[in-house]
């Protein structure tokens, strides 16, 4: 099977939708989202900007995963944070 081509980023944007790990299944998909954010986001406005353009579905909205890392340093542009939440 071919591998699909390498989307474009604009890393200029204050957010960036982010994928999950490659090899997650359909359901992690579901009850997952990350956003790339810009240097001086914070968790909150992150946390806003997730909840307005994707709304979970859920009574519990999208919050942060507690069992887990919430917030790492983006691995491809220095500065930028991965905020990652579950529903």
């Given at each position: 099977?071919a591998?699909?081509?390498a989307e474009?980023?604009?890393?200029?944007?204050?957010?960036v939708?982010?994928?999950?790990?490659?090899?997650?299944n359909?359901?992690?998909?579901?009850?997952?989202?990350?956003?790339?954010?810009?240097?001086?986001?914070?968790?909150?406005?992150?946390?806003?900007?997730?909840?307005r353009t994707?709304?979970?579905?859920?009574?519990?909205?999208?919050?942060?995963?507690?069992?887990?890392?919430?917030?790492?340093?983006?691995?491809?542009?220095?500065g930028?944070?991965?905020y990652?939440?579950?529903?």
């Amino acid at each position: 099977m071919a591998k699909k081509k390498a989307e474009r980023v604009n890393f200029g944007e204050r957010f960036v939708p982010i994928g999950l790990p490659e090899g997650s299944n359909g359901i992690a998909a579901l009850l997952n989202c990350g956003v790339c954010a810009a240097p001086g986001v914070t968790y909150e406005e992150a946390l806003g900007y997730v909840r307005r353009t994707n709304p979970a579905g859920t009574s519990n909205n999208w919050v942060a995963i507690e069992d887990g890392p919430n917030t790492v340093d983006c691995p491809d542009v220095p500065g930028r944070k991965h905020y990652v939440f579950t529903c």
